[in-house]
């Protein structure tokens, strides 16, 4: 999976992978993680957030069933 560096206090990078739906965020502190099930439109209004930190927060969070990735 693609990731793109982001502009955040807390993210570094987040990926998406269209066809199973997951949202992949690396996070400065604490680790990769995946989100599942979460729409494109979801990754798409993350990225172009004035702080992609607080989207994350607010939209996916915990909304979203995740997974922490192996370090």
């Not at 999976?1 to 502009?7: A, H, L, R, T």
């Not at 994350?56 to 979203?64: C, E, I």
Request: net charge negative.
């Amino acid at each position: 999976m693609n990731m793109q560096p982001v502009e955040s206090s807390q993210i570094h990078a987040v990926g998406y992978d269209a066809e199973t739906k997951t949202l992949r965020v690396s996070f400065k502190s604490d680790g990769v993680y995946d989100y599942a099930d979460v729409p494109e439109q979801m990754h798409a209004d993350m990225l172009a957030a004035k702080s992609v930190g607080s989207f994350f927060h607010a939209h996916v969070r915990n909304v979203f069933k995740h997974t922490r990735l192996n370090p």
